[in-house]
């Protein structure tokens, strides 16, 4: 029943196969190979009505990904009118419904360069070809069943950088996690994005603002975790900054004013860290 080219999908596991399928209905293949979709179609028919579109360039992928929103994109890393990291961090700062699906990056070439590309243009996961469905079933299993917390920023937008793990590659590549999920690291993170979103306000106003108000829910949060009012009202107060939209040089000065009491929280060993 849910045979692929070569044995059962997902080892014969009907509840994986199920879970999998439940978040795949919609798939974008962005090649100009039209075989890649093909294979894809044929090695992904098992999980059941998958409706696969496909494109030929980065351009028509971003239009269809507009008027199809699919749950997960494959696009080539680099091919005749394909770059795949300028189309992804097209998709990631883009107002598309589709901004946060699990895009896997396909490609010949398996290098350290082009994996640590893929992972910092804020793709999932990279596969390279040929590929088997086992490969396929590994990445599959990751973007739908293994989610990654999802990084607003102003020089990243993606799935968590330190959680990236690509099976193609076997160097010393780790970027050390530095306990990520502790409340500690996550008020840096969300502090030095706020800091950079904050000297962005000029150059990338769309994203800078986007970024701010993700960093106040996530501050909130933080506050709320470890009992510090100060911190949960400050951001609070950025995020009603966002639903007032504030406008005008008022608005900008009292938007400034919100920041700034939100920094004071930054410790003073990340004051010249990049986000």
């Not at 350290?112 to 599959?140: Q, W």
Request: net charge positive; proline share 5%; hydrophobic share 45%.
């Amino acid at each position: 029943m849910f045979r692929g080219a070569s044995g059962y999908v997902f080892d014969g596991n009907v509840r994986t196969v199920q879970r999998v399928a439940a978040k795949v209905q919609r798939v974008l293949v962005v090649d100009p190979n039209p075989a890649m979709a093909r294979l894809l179609a044929e090695h992904m028919r098992p999980l059941g009505a998958v409706q696969m579109f496909s494109a030929p360039s980065a351009e028509k992928g971003y239009a269809m990904a507009r008027t199809t929103d699919p749950q997960l994109i494959f696009v080539e890393h680099a091919q005749l009118g394909v770059d795949g990291l300028a189309f992804t961090r097209k998709i990631r700062r883009s107002d598309l419904i589709c901004r946060e699906a699990p895009i896997i990056m396909c490609t010949s070439e398996a290098t350290a360069e082009t994996i640590f590309g893929a992972r910092d243009a804020g793709v999932h996961e990279f596969m390279r070809k040929p590929f088997t469905i086992k490969d396929l079933e590994r990445r599959l299993e990751a973007v739908t069943l293994k989610p990654r917390d999802w990084i607003e920023g102003v020089g990243y937008v993606g799935p968590d950088r330190r959680r990236f793990n690509s099976a193609d590659y076997r160097g010393p590549r780790k970027r050390k996690a530095d306990a990520a999920g502790t409340p500690a690291a996550r008020l840096s993170q969300a502090l030095r994005i706020v800091k950079s979103a904050a000297q962005a306000l000029d150059t990338d106003p769309a994203q800078a603002r986007r970024a701010l108000a993700a960093q106040a829910d996530e501050l909130r949060r933080v506050g709320e975790s470890i009992k510090d009012d100060r911190l949960v009202q400050a951001a609070a107060a950025l995020a009603t900054s966002f639903q007032a939209d504030l406008a005008g040089a008022g608005g900008r000065a009292e938007l400034l004013t919100r920041i700034d009491a939100l920094l004071g929280f930054m410790a003073p060993e990340d004051k010249g860290r990049a986000a």
